[in-house]
């Protein structure tokens, strides 16, 4: 099947497959379409299918460029972001469109299916370590169950859920003043990211950090500190978080031996944690017990908010993933 001709229509077409506006040693341009002509109309001297060669890049760079077959070539210049600029707008200039969503069949002509192209961009793109190896069975996967329609609503409830390992969830933490979340977000992340002080109110703003809690990424808000008599800064903060929380996929409501955790009756997805166990107990029941001096619940409290985000039955489903949107 010709993708190229199929889905970028006549000539050539390009996108930017190394990340946008973030500098590299290497960028890639990767090429699609009648990749003879394009070389032609950019004044790149010939490369045969199958072939690599230091090419001039369009008088802009030099630069490796493959030849992956007849409709496919990437163009390897140095990856700086002005570099790149340059390129794509002397590409464009010349009458070579840009490929910006488009079949991901075009951007990986490797794949033996669209399924299999879409698993290969949903790699690119997947934050968690948990999704690689269930993103590479999916082919297979989507094969067997392929026309089982009656799986369509148990399909669409188990990949609102999975959709979680490509995009990061939200976890919003919230609580009483002094009693040890910021202290929990620095150790979880292995540096400080959050003020610590025994001062109440020193965090004025929510801090937010992307953390890898058992496989699943998430990210990570640590809010000010809740208390009856803010001041004016504190009261605008706390307004904030609370905003911030009303989007969280899960809020973790913290607690210790001196203060109660802070009801949300209101959100369906809730941890209630006690910290600084060595204290003492937590003043209410709670799901999850952790101390950071002696370095206890700190894995408990990483897997419970995996279990909540993406619960094991879930990830051990054998049923296909619908990973992709259109």
């Keep these: 099947m010709n993708l190229a001709g199929e889905f970028a229509g006549s000539g050539a077409c390009f996108f930017v497959a190394s990340p946008p506006n973030i500098p590299g040693g290497v960028a890639i341009i990767q090429l699609n379409g009648d ?9 790149i001297a010939p490369v045969p299918p199958g072939r690599i060669a230091v090419r001039d890049l369009m008088g ?6 493959a030849r992956w077959g007849p409709e496919c070539a990437h163009l390897t210049p140095h990856g700086g972001v002005a570099i790149r600029r340059v390129l794509v707008e002397t590409l464009l200039a010349r009458g070579v469109r840009e490929n910006i969503a488009g079949d991901p069949r075009v951007r990986y002509p490797e794949a033996a299916d669209l399924t299999e192209a879409r698993m290969l961009a949903a790699l690119a793109d997947a934050a968690s370590p948990l999704a690689i190896d269930l993103l590479l069975d999916q082919p297979r996967r989507w094969r ?3 026309g089982a329609a009656a799986e369509r609503g148990a399909i669409r409830e188990r990949s609102a859920v999975l959709s979680r390992l490509i995009r990061p969830p939200l976890v919003v933490a919230m ?3 002094n009693i040890g979340k910021s202290t929990l977000v620095n150790e979880l992340a292995g540096r400080n990211v959050a003020i610590v002080a025994d001062e109440p109110g020193t965090t004025r703003d929510h801090v937010g950090v992307t953390l890898d809690l058992c496989g699943l990424v998430v990210r990570f808000v640590d809010t000010p500190g809740l208390r009856a008599d803010p001041d004016p800064a504190e009261r605008e903060a706390q307004d904030l978080a609370r905003a911030l929380a009303e ?3 899960l809020l973790v409501s913290c607690a210790d031996s001196t203060a109660a955790p802070p009801e949300f009756a209101a959100h369906g997805n809730v941890i209630r944690a006690g910290l600084r166990a060595d ?4 003043r209410s029941e709670v799901d999850v017990v952790v101390s950071v001096r002696r370095s206890t619940g700190l894995r408990e409290f990483a897997a ?8 094991e039955r879930v990830l051990d489903d054998p049923g296909p993933w619908e990973f992709w949107s259109d």
């Design 175 to 177: 609580g009483p003043s």
């Design 144 to 146: 067997e169950r392929e």
């Design 279 to 282: 204290l003492g107990p937590a």
């Design 35 to 43: 990749i003879d002509a394009a070389f032609a109309r950019l004044g």
């Design 247 to 249: 989007r969280a996929d």
């Design 304 to 311: 419970l908010v995996r279990e909540r985000l993406v619960p």
């Design 60 to 65: 802009v760079d030099q630069g490796v460029v």
